[in-house]
């Protein structure tokens, strides 16, 4: 049982957990029962507790040591573990007081957000960090990353050398080395734990406090970013406390958290910006099912994926993404489609999501979209060490019009970040003022490691690095086509349009034709307006409709969301079946534009006449003609008529 997921299956709301080893008797800690309580043990000095006064001195922010201190005293209120008091940044990061009077020290290593490995030596440097400290106290090496040198989690209940666990022997001989003799030793990991805190710790503590203590999701969010100021407040506060007298926090502090919540918060209020679809907070606890491969060939990245760890990593970018949101606290990545912007974005927003607690907008058509947004992260109660990670996918393109002002009214806020991305061709002064711009190139550097990344993942490649990139110009999507296809995207696209232009294949042609088409005037078609078009041309039943998307869905080239409306894979994919099924007219691209238009949504309609009006500059027959129709039709309001001519006028006049 070495990380949240195993302690939550196997333990029901209010049980409790066995105690970790060395939380059984006071037989593992020498001190008496009072001392214990006045946290004074005989075998640590107060010069000791002065010596590390220095790591409260560092505490700056919401960290992952925080995090999990937040973890272990939201664990001890519902039961889970038989904590009674929490010392922040004492004589380890997290000193903990357990029922029966015993003592557990807990050192956290945030390793790289959970990339990291920490070795043997790693560990045994923590052990005997803790052991000289401490003495005769429990101690447990928490990390969000993962064990080398053979070694295995024990988790909170088991000790190391009673884990049976690979190991020991490896970490007795390095102990040995540290000075420590067989008994001593021995006596060390019989009081070790080694424990794994994923890195979205604070996503599945907020996740425990809804569920074990029944709080709804938006108060739950409060009372953690409420706790987590406190704790930090308290760690940096503990350097100016005594041995004696340090600041502590306990299990029952936590319903203080709530009540104050409760009292001053308009819970139906907190949620309105999500109940109407402006925003949503991110969830990078569910991963995507999707394979490697899958995955690879090219997809519209969402944090499922992020959390399934499908991503590629790249460095330079993350670092000039994270220096931007230290400095300016506004990222904008800006580059051609394909280029990986929304997967830097996601992954940005993991990272950071550590510390930050990260919210995607969804919507921004107007002012009430704005004041509704601001409104929302205002009730998160954003701060220094609880910040708000506010982010946007899409920045330019229809839906995401405030976005510029938001920007600039959030900015506003203490404790709130921004990050968000937007094709090239839509970047304004607007879009980018006040912002940090990063470009998503593809490097030589960015390219081999990627390359290691997708050998890693069982996933065959076709071509060398080095040929894959300079043939890629600078795009990851080109890239990981050939590298692992050894063809350009447009080559391994024009295969799969072969074969649904197959004369048996005429509705699959249709379907993709209409949806792919949506995709890149910024839009997706429902389910039943797709249907209707495909019964009113082809005269099919709903269930041939079902089952030409189902062909076209294990090919890759569309996907459904979860309320029901296809669209394509990525943009960049989109655009390049566009672009081939229309290669040998008919149908011709504008008439493709006549037949989707009037499938979209409203709310889309404007940017969509808009984009169609810049395209066919040269002929605007179509599109006027489109245009007229729909201002006639039966449903037509004053909503549709007004987006329809403001999409007109903005593109002719493009």
Known sequence: MSGRHGRKRKQGKGQRSPRPAGMQS??????????????????????????LRQGARNVAGVSYQVAVTADLLIQARVGR???????????????CLCSGDTNLYVQTKDVGGGRGTLTASDVVDALTHAAAAVGDGAVAVVTDGNLGSGLAFTGWTTSVSTSGAPGVDVL????????????????????????????????????????????????ARIVYARLVTDLAGVAAAQRTTTADRPRARIPADLDA????????????????????????????????????????????????????DLDVVRPPELTATYEGLAEQRYVLLAGSSGSGKSALLWRAACDVGRG????????????????ALVRHVQLQEPSAVAPVLV?????????????????????????????????????????????????????????????????????ATAMEVEEATDRAEGLLMEFLALLTTGRRLEAVLDDQVQRVQAPDQALAYDLLRLVCAAHILGSSVPADRLAAAATTAHGATAGQVRAALSVLQDEHLVVSDA????????????????????????????????????????????????????????????IADTAAALVDRDDADARIVTTVLAGVVTGVTA
């Open 172 to 219: 007795t001989r390095l102990l040995g080395d540290r000075g420590l003799d067989e008994a001593a030793a021995s006596g060390l990991l019989g009081r070790a734990h080694l424990v794994h805190v994923p890195w979205h710790v604070p996503a599945l503590t907020q996740v425990m406090l809804r569920e074990d203590l029944g709080l709804a999701p938006a108060v």
């Open 81 to 95: 573990l038989p904590l009674v008091r929490l010392i922040p940044e004492g004589y380890e990061d997290i000193d």
């Open 356 to 371: 930050a607690r990260p919210l995607r907008v969804l919507r921004l058509r107007g002012d009430a979209d704005v004041e």
């Open 391 to 459: 982010c946007g996918d899409d920045l330019g393109r229809s839906g995401m019009d405030g976005w510029p002002v938001a920007a600039s009214r959030l900015l506003e806020l203490p404790g709130v970040l921004l990050v968000g991305a937007a094709r090239a061709e839509d970047l304004t002064p607007a879009l980018s003022r006040d912002a940090r711009v990063v470009d998503p190139r593809l490097d030589r550097d960015t390219a081999r490691q990627i390359a290691e990344q997708v050998r890693s993942a069982g996933v």
């Open 563 to 622: 309320t029901g409306r296809w669209r394509g894979l990525h943009e960049l994919r989109s655009a390049t079946l566009v672009r081939l099924l229309h290669r040998t007219p008919p149908p011709t691209l504008a008439h493709t534009y006549t037949e989707v238009l009037p499938l979209l949504p409203v709310e889309q309609l404007g940017a969509a006449v808009r984009i169609v009006a810049e395209t066919l500059a040269t002929d605007l027959t179509p």
């Open 257 to 308: 958290h709530i009540d104050a919540v409760h009292r001053v918060v308009d819970v139906n209020a907190l949620d309105e910006a999500v109940q109407s679809g402006i925003c949503e907070p991110v969830d990078f606890t569910q991963p995507s099912d999707l394979t490697p491969a899958q995955f690879y060939a090219g997809v519209d990245v969402a944090p499922s994926h992020i959390a399934a």
């Open 26 to 51: 006071s037989r593992t800690s020498p001190t008496s029962a009072g001392q214990a309580r006045a946290w004074s043990p005989k075998a640590i000095s107060h010069r000791t507790w002065e010596q």
